[in-house]
């Protein structure tokens, strides 16, 4: 078992520290959030991830997972995983890499001059394309050695993800010595996983780095396809959720990620697509991904839909109406509410002068504390009552299961909007409800 540091505790790193404390390694893990700190050692998640507490709990209490923020409390570990965060700019383009480098030079600052085997530092955080060689060279100067070790858990299923994800990627170093060293002390602390066969997968370091953006502006690409689908639904009368199970039926395709609706927020995609995007136009590279940019575009265009089809459809103007928004999480079984398609949304249709209620199961404390402008309920009822219209923005199961005869004797009007093409809309026409989905006319 190995002595494991984990750099940065937010969705990622929280998650992957209490994970390989479950396979069995003494982790510490890492964080400048001090409030973030005291939370995770107190066997608590600070964000709402399904699994998480209890995995947090169990290592907590059996003093395999340890918290601090103090890097010179991680200096003797075997591997260093950097897991923090890689926003955008602020200038809406490439990434912000000022956390990598901030964890990349206080790890470096700490780490022991001879140790008998060199430790090994992984990446995890997603990074533009030849970010690990730059960093490889900072860790060299210390005796460490460097590896990239991408990440494709998705939040909501993020821990299962972790403990058996499709696969696991290693980004070795170009020195065969070096490379046998990172792979071997990888293989040790996944040692359980790979007893499980996932598949292991062995790349240079611009490989690993371009497979997990590439994963990501691949699943992008599939839900703006279906989504553009969506629109020409619109115009044609066709239905968009038929033609994604026929077209998904071609092994080719699939039938995942073809879900149409207001389209894809969070943490990742929209800023992940941008910053790749950005790295290789500064490669010389960018009309590759020019195709790329209609892909956010395409995203972008589903929450301005999204508010064209409930002012087509309400027979009265906005300005003055009441609109309750069910989901402000970016998706179910999440808490973030970063790039959140449903606030975006939200936020519009206030903006035309309506009166916005919004609610979600698990994110209104969120959205009260950075949105204090919003006007935020604890539930749907409280949302729905005497509403002009209900839009279903994020399909958390609670929504899904609403029973549309009950619903329909709160709101003034029965019209409700499917972003997220989650309702049967069969049972909601049959109550009385005017249904709208997207690309489902
Ligand atoms: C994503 C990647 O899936 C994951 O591999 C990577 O590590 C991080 O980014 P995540 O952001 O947690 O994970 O969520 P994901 O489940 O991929 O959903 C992203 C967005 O796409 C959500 O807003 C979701 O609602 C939307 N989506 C997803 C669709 O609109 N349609 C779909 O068919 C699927």
New binding site residues.
Partial sequence: MKLISVIGCG??GAVHAACMAELGHTVIGLDTDTEKIAELAAGRAPFYEPGLNELLERNVAAGRLKFTSKYRDIADADVHFIAVGTPQLATGEGADLRFVDAASDALAAVLPRHRKVAPLIAGKS?VPVGTASRLAKLFGKRGAVLAWN?????????VK?TLSPDRIVYGLPEKKSEAKLAEKLLDEVYARLLDEDIPKITADYATAELV?TS??AF??T??SF??AMAELCDATGADVTTL?KAIGHDDRIGK??????????????PK?IRAFIARAEELGAGRSLEFLRNVDAVNSR?RMRAVELLQESLDRPLEGATIAVLGAA???D?D?IR???ALDIAAKVAELGATVRVTDPQAVDNVRRRQPERLVVDTVDEAIEGADAVMVL??WKEYRKLNPKRVGKQVANKLVIDG?NCLEQGEWRDAGWQYVGMGRR
């Fill in positions: 969705y990622l997603t991408p990440e494709f858990l998705r939040e909501g299923f993020a993800d997990k994963a990501n699943l992008a599939k839900i279906i989504n994604a995942k990620f073809l879900r149409a609706g207001v389209g894809f927020g969070g943490g990742c995609l992940d589903q970016f998706k179910p999440s973030d790039d959140s398609p994020t399909e997220r």
